[in-house]
C-alpha cells in the first residue's frame, strides 16, 4: 500500500520550507508516497450590503494556481506523485477534513503562514491541526 502525505501550503516561507522538507523525507524512503499539495483560501464572509461585481470563484481559482504553481513544479521536477487541491474555507476544518477523508499517513506544513494576527487571536493553523488530525503531523520550521 502506499503512502499519503498531505502538505498545506500558503505562499509562504514556512510552506515552501515544508515542500522543501517533505521532499527531502520522500527521497530517503524506499517507497514512494503520493503528494497533495493543498491550499486554502480564507475568504472573508459576503458582505450582503456592497454590490460588488467580483467572480469570487475564478479568484480563489486564481490565487490558489499561483501558490501551488511552484511546489507543484518543483515536486515534479523531482519525479514525485502529487495532485494540487485549492479549497476555500477555515484552512484548519478544510485541512483536517481532507486529511481524514484521504486517509493520510502524514501531513507536512509549516510552523507559521501568512495570517499573524489571526495567529495572535485564534492560534495558529499547525497547532490546531495537531490537535485534530488523526495521523502524524510533521511541522517545519
Do not use: W
Not at 503512502?3 to 527531502?24: M, N, Y
Amino acid at each position: 500500500m502506499s503512502q499519503r502525505f498531505l502538505v498545506p501550503i500558503d505562499g509562504s516561507v514556512h510552506s515552501t520550507k515544508a515542500v522543501e522538507t517533505a521532499i527531502e523525507l520522500i527521497q530517503s524512503l524506499r517507497q514512494k508516497p503520493f503528494v497533495t499539495l493543498l491550499h486554502v483560501n480564507h475568504t472573508p464572509p459576503i458582505i450582503d450590503n456592497y454590490d460588488v461585481n467580483i467572480d469570487i470563484e475564478e479568484v480563489v481559482k486564481r490565487e490558489g494556481q499561483k501558490i501551488l504553481r511552484p511546489a507543484s513544479e518543483r515536486l515534479k521536477a523531482m519525479g514525485i506523485r502529487f495532485e494540487a487541491i485549492s479549497l476555500k474555507g477555515e484552512p484548519v476544518n478544510q485541512i483536517c477534513a481532507l486529511a481524514k477523508k484521504g486517509d493520510y499517513d502524514m501531513v507536512i506544513m509549516g510552523s507559521r503562514g501568512l495570517g499573524r494576527v489571526s495567529e495572535l487571536v485564534l492560534g495558529s493553523v499547525s497547532r490546531q491541526v495537531i490537535q485534530h488530525v488523526q495521523c502524524p503531523v510533521l511541522i517545519t520550521k
